[in-house]
T-cell receptor, first 114, second 112 residues
Framework: DAGITQSPRHKVTETGTPVTLRCHQTENHRYMYWYRQDPGHGLRLIHYSYGVKDTDKGEVSDGYSVSRSKTEDFLLTLESATSSQTSVYFC?????????????FGQGTRLTVV | DAKTTQPNSMESNEEEPVHLPCNHSTISGTDYIHWYRQLPSQGPEYVIHGLTSNVNNRMASLAIAEDRKSSTLILHRATLRDAAVYYCILRDLQEYGNKLVFGAGTILRVKS
């Protein structure tokens, strides 16, 4: 299995509080991605990174920020959590952004905002 | 990103082959066809990818139409463990701006 660890795996937080989810990899892959998945829906890309300090927005980036200060860690921050951000969050990594390489996913973080 | 179209759901009997279709009529010459699957309560996992030729690995086979406007993921002998959501996506060969975007996928149900 690819070395990806998401933490925490489960979190309950209150509306209005800041939350940071961490994705840690041991593969030295350049690309890292954050997705959210809601019941009955597919994966929606929030943000992705193509290198240290290099990030870009995905389909549903409003309300989220990211940071990548070192290759192995990609942090997703909800500055002020809302109930609509209750979801399962997945991190993915890939050695490059090229289409001839595959991506590997973490096991997910279940976030509940009450 | 070029889009793909998949059936919402399919059903299969255990130990029989399964053919999961994907249409991608606007595929470009440098788009790779990727398949991922997501088992219940797990993160997605890579299954297979290809460009023009058919591909085989230990999990599945990928059959790509000659005009590349469609492809089929083949599970040779479905098991209950293959029940999952299967995603067909396109990824351009170019390095930058390649966002790895997923559609709704096909829910595969396997009957015993």
């Amino acid at each position: 299995d690819a070395g990806i660890t998401q933490s925490p795996r489960h979190k309950v937080t209150e509306t209005g509080t800041p939350v940071t989810l961490r994705c840690h990899q041991t593969e030295n892959h350049r690309y890292m991605y954050w997705y959210r998945q809601d019941p009955g829906h597919g994966l929606r890309l929030i943000h992705y990174s193509y290198g240290v300090k290099d990030t870009d927005k995905g389909e549903v980036s409003d309300g989220y920020s990211v940071s990548r200060s070192k290759t192995e860690d990609f942090l997703l921050t909800l500055e002020s959590a809302t109930s609509s951000q209750t979801s399962v969050y997945f991190c993915a990594i890939a050695p490059t952004g090229r289409g001839d390489t595959e991506a590997f996913f973490g096991q997910g973080t279940r976030l509940t905002v009450v | 990103d070029a889009k793909t179209t998949q059936p919402n759901s399919m059903e299969s009997n255990e130990e029989e082959p399964v053919h999961l279709p994907c249409n991608h009529s606007t595929i470009s010459g440098t788009d790779y066809i990727h398949w991922y699957r997501q088992l219940p309560s797990q993160g997605p996992e890579y299954v297979i990818h290809g460009l023009t030729s058919n591909v085989n690995n230990r999990m599945a086979s990928l059959a790509i139409a000659e005009d590349r406007k469609s492809s089929t993921l083949i599970l040779h002998r479905a098991t209950l463990r293959d029940a999952a959501v299967y995603y067909c996506i396109l990824r351009d060969l170019q390095e930058y701006g390649n966002k790895l975007v997923f559609g709704a996928g096909t829910i595969l149900r396997v009957k015993s």
